[in-house]
């Protein structure tokens, strides 16, 4: 594909996948830099994403943090276009809605996939349709498997969108699993005949050894469907963008080494063995709270050397960790509740009591308040908090969507709100604070702080300030290296990623669908969808 050759606007591709986590993200993500490097005008999308792992944009609106990285991938701004529907789990059975930024309403599951997600088709249709007016190419993201027959009918992300935007669908197959060639027979044979003819081909994701042992079992998936793989990714540790399934948290006793990843998909940096650049390592403990949210606010810590991050569910855990970080969660009341059955509170209290560093973020921030009044989230009506700050927090029914910039520590930072939450600050030191010193955010009490601002750890400057104050509460020789830049880690990560489409996909192949869409003629597999 030659860079200079004039293109014209609107070409697109659907990724899906035989199953949840069989790398959709990533392959979008990398095609999206393949793309972005040859020229190509590219921008993400995924019609419906379920995570509560959320991104602003500086628009102010809220979008999955995997599209927002897919953008970046892309080059450009994320906008509320690349992720129109968002759904954000407040429990097992219900999710807050938010519609092209912006939250409307809960719903559960049932009323979603009962009428509602069919009503947002057009609003999904439009979003797409004004991507593809102003890009070359538009690269989208399915969910889950597009063989889910029992959503067929309501399908937004998956077939539906495909079918009616006329995209060409690649099937990405987790071969580590094992089982791919039937997974990807299988995902086409329970698709209608409609469906069928979109099905281009396949692309096989996470392969170890030798190709040519997999090239006859390829050969043979070629004339049981008439398809053919669009290329062989091999495995590759460390790769992944961010988390954004909607229940996937990390387990509770998840560990990473220093400069190591914390989400469970892929690592900004693996350097298992990197040693620290002062003479002491620092802990770090992240309480793994109910329907824990963004908490790859960590993986900046993570991304030093000589930084260790685990998640920890057990007060003992606590007793060894020279920071303790209570993170942003989507069930403020319940998460609460969680850390006092598990003795986590008084665990925390002891901490706050012997002047040992306490980091609240966002539903975090406030939890290690004095009271928390909440007719919006739990419906709990006033609740005591942990009484760490000298905060009261109250549920508003808007929800506050920014993008701030302040000061702490004598750094500037940046980060992200996303918060129903209202803090009134009745003591202490303000945590972030403009340029003349005015109060923007957050508070500090002794070792304790706490901040609405998801991201601010990405501040490199403010970051490693910040590790020092930890270090020397904690009495430990821990120097910051001062040369990680964590928004070039992520550069490096998206560009590995587009390295290996570029490398192991057939890429001519790839443009010509996302060009021309799928091959005309290609054979019906039965049964094909239940009637």
Sequence with gaps: MSGGTARPRGGGLLVAGTTSDAGKSVVTAGICRWLARQGVKVAPFKAQNMSLNSFVTREGAEIGRAQAMQAQACRIEPTALMNPVLLKPGGERSSQVVLLGRPVGEMSARGYHGGRQRELLSVVLDALAELRATHDAVICEGAGSPAEINLRRTDIVN???????????????????????????????????????????????????????????????????????????????????????????????????????????????????????????????????????????????????????????????????????????????????????????????????????????????????????????????RVDGLGLLPVR?????????????????????????????????????????DGAGQALDGCRVGAVRGTHWHGSLESDGFRRAYLREVAAAAGRRFVPAPDTCFAALREEQLDRLGDLIEQHADTDALWRLIESGAPRGLPFIPPGAPA
């Design 393 to 433: 927090v109250r549920f508003a029914r808007e929800k506050t969507l920014a993008r701030p910039v302040g000061r702490a520590l004598g750094e500037r930072a940046e980060g992200y709100e996303i918060h129903h939450g209202v803090a009134e600050v009745t003591g202490g030191d303000p945590f972030f604070s």
């Design 159 to 381: 077939m539906g969108i495909a079918r009616n935007a006329k995209l060409p669908v690649l099937v990405v197959g987790d071969i580590d699993r094992g089982g791919v060639f039937a997974s990807f027979f299988g995902t086409v044979a329970l698709l209608s005949r409609k469906d069928q003819e979109l099905v281009a081909g396949f692309l096989v994701n996470k392969f170890r050894g030798d190709v040519s042992l997999l090239e006859p079992g390829l050969d043979m998936l070629h004339g049981l469907t008439g398809r053919s793989t669009y290329g062989v990714l091999p495995f590759r540790h460390g790769l992944g963008i961010d988390e954004e399934d909607g229940m996937g948290v990390p387990p509770a006793r998840t560990k990473v080494r220093a400069g190591g990843r914390i989400s469970l998909r892929g690592t900004v940096r693996e350097s298992d063995t990197a040693p620290p650049v002062g003479e002491d390592v620092l802990r770090v403990a992240v309480c793994a709270l109910p329907l824990m949210s963004n908490f790859t606010d960590v993986d900046a810590l993570a991304a030093e050397p000589g930084v260790l991050v685990r998640f920890v569910d057990r007060p003992e855990e606590l007793a060894d960790a020279d920071l303790v970080i209570v993170p942003g969660t989507r069930g403020t009341v319940r998460a609460l509740e969680w850390l006092r059955e598990r003795g986590l509170a008084d665990a925390l209290r002891r901490r706050a009591a012997e002047g040992r560093p306490v980091l609240g973020i966002c539903g975090g921030f406030q939890i290690l308040g004095e009271q928390i009044e909440d007719e919006v989230e739990s419906r709990a009506g």
